[in-house]
Each structure stands twice: as structure tokens, then as C-alpha cells.
């Protein structure tokens, strides 16, 4: 155990300095002990205890913790991330939700027949903050979202929207944000897909989907209780793109400024890599498709 000991650590050390060769191991040995290379963020960089409070409501808790952000083919360098506390849908916005706080006659949904529980999508990334100053503003809550110190999208007309993260309104998930609960926080079982590692009995895919997306929350739940975080709909982040650093972050933002915004999830559409909790897209910021949609989250 002593030797399996060392060798984990030499692995956590390459890691923190950007060292990648190791990726393509799937177990260490060491001796008659043996470690998943997959096991290695639970086991040193979440909390050993699992979070087992029950989850209820329209969000998940997700308590903060320190792992290990990335995939061993898909997101590397493998690089370690710190988050506070923070609140995530449980599900992807719907049409029902984004009626109510948008308007009647606003969904631009292009499966309207799904109805008002299915996700909202044909949204692009100013449609999804406007929401979330929106529905920020209509629960008395500080809007994340401002243009030129506006905070009221009604008032908006062009400019760089600047998102305060200390806010407690709703935004969009940092792409580590999302990435952390789509892999179940600190309740994660290391699950190939976000809650499973059968594809099909979390995710609405290629495979399953004919065509469509779906009502939300009719595939299993994730670890946390939230659900279609593998397929049904690429769901934006607040991120712009930026290669991954290989030095330990706290709660990471993104760059300042860029060309594409981050996409996670996959769709109804997709399949593997793409519905992979670690599968980096991006997407420009003004696209709307009928395979994009969102999630929000808000500080605890």
C-alpha cells in the first residue's frame, strides 16, 4: 500500500505540472493493490465522506470541493479545481419556464410539440443571460448579468455583458461549475456518463432519441438528483473558451474575452465523446439551434 502510495503521488505531482504521459494507463499497480486512474479525484481531491443529504426542489445543492477537472482524452491536462458552494437546475430550462418569465408568444423552440416541460432551445448565449436577469429580477434577487452597469435586459441595446459572480441572481454555469455536478460533486460514482455508465438510461441520444429532444427529467437523475446533464440538449456555459491550464484554479470564470462560448452535454443529436461529463464544444455565442439549450445555477 506504501508503494501504491508513492505512485499516486507521482501521479498527482506530474498532473500539477501539466505532465500527461501517464494518460493512457488505465489502473497503477502496486503490488497486490491496485488504483482507476478514474478513482484518483475521489479518492484525494473530494471529500472522502459523501454528501448524502436528500435533494428536493427545482435545484441541486452542490457542495464545494476541490477535483479534478478534465478528461484523460477529451479535456486535458488534467488540472485541479477548487468551487464554493453553488445551486444547479435540475433540469435544462424548459418551455414552461422560459414562457413564464420571458412572456406568452416568446418560446423560440423548435419542438414546440413537446410542450411546456420540454427543454427551450433555438437559444443562443445573450438569450440565455437575458433569462437570468430576468428571472433574477422577478424573485427580488441581485442580477448576475450587466451592460454598462444596466442590469435590466429591457434596457439593454449593445455593449459587453459583464457578469458579477458574487451575486446571488441566477447565470449561466462556468464550464467547471458544470462539469462538477454533471460528474455527481461530491456524491460521484465515477460513472462514464453523467449518472450511469450505460448511455442510454441517462442520456437522449442518437441512439434512442428519434430525432427530437425530450421532457426533461425522464431519464435517471445523476448522483446530485439532476438529470440530462449526458444528451438531450448542449447546454451553454458562462465561459469563453480558452485552453485548459495545467495549475490549480479556484472557482474559474474564464478568460475575459473570446470568440466561442463554452457547450457541454451533447444532444439529442449526438453520442459518445460528445455526452461525456469531461467532452469539451463551443459554439459562437449568437448560434440558435434546435440542439442548444441551458441550465442555470445561482451562488448559495
Not at 479534478?68 to 435540475?90: A, E, F, R
Not at 443571460?129 to 424573485?139: F, G, P
Not at 451553454?236 to 484554479?249: G, I, N, T, V
Amino acid at each position: 500500500m506504501k508503494k501504491l502510495s508513492c505512485l499516486i503521488l507521482m501521479l498527482l505531482t506530474m498532473m500539477m505540472f501539466g505532465q500527461t504521459t501517464y494518460l493512457k494507463l488505465d489502473r497503477i499497480s502496486g503490488g497486490t493493490d491496485s488504483v482507476k486512474l478514474s478513482d484518483i479525484s475521489r479518492m484525494y481531491f473530494a471529500n472522502v465522506v459523501a454528501d448524502t443529504t436528500p435533494v428536493s426542489g427545482t435545484y441541486a445543492l452542490v457542495q464545494g470541493s476541490t477535483f479534478v477537472m478534465g478528461d484523460q482524452i477529451y479535456g486535458t491536462p488534467l488540472h485541479v479545481v477548487t468551487l464554493s458552494n453553488y445551486y444547479i437546475g435540475k433540469t435544462e430550462v424548459t418551455q414552461g419556464q422560459w414562457k413564464a418569465i420571458m412572456g406568452v408568444g416568446s418560446n423560440p423552440s423548435f419542438f414546440t410539440a413537446i410542450g411546456d416541460n420540454g427543454p427551450v432551445e433555438e437559444v443562443n448565449w445573450l438569450d440565455c443571460v437575458t433569462y437570468c436577469n430576468k428571472l433574477s429580477i422577478k424573485e427580488g434577487r441581485t442580477p448576475c448579468y450587466n451592460i454598462g452597469g444596466e442590469t435590466n435586459p429591457s434596457l439593454w441595446i449593445s455593449g459587453t455583458v459583464v457578469c458579477d459572480f458574487t451575486a446571488k441572481g441566477y447565470r449561466l454555469p462556468t464550464e467547471a461549475e458544470w462539469e462538477f455536478a454533471a460528474k455527481g460533486g461530491n456524491r460521484g460514482s465515477g460513472h462514464i456518463y453523467s449518472g450511469s455508465d450505460i448511455e442510454g438510461s441517462v442520456s437522449w441520444c442518437k441512439n434512442n432519441s428519434l430525432n427530437s429532444s425530450h421532457v426533461v427529467g425522464t431519464k435517471m437523475a445523476n448522483e446530485l438528483g439532476v438529470y440530462d446533464m449526458s444528451g438531450n440538449l448542449w447546454e451553454w456555459c458562462s465561459d469563453w473558451l480558452e485552453p485548459y491550464p495545467s495549475s490549480a484554479q479556484t472557482n474559474p470564470v474564464g478568460p475575459l474575452s473570446g470568440s466561442h462560448r463554452v457547450m457541454r452535454g451533447g444532444s439529442w443529436n449526438d453520442g459518445q465523446p460528445n455526452d461525456l461529463p469531461g467532452y469539451r464544444s463551443q459554439s459562437l455565442p449568437d448560434t440558435k439551434t434546435a440542439f442548444y439549450g441551458f441550465r442555470v445555477v445561482r451562488a448559495q
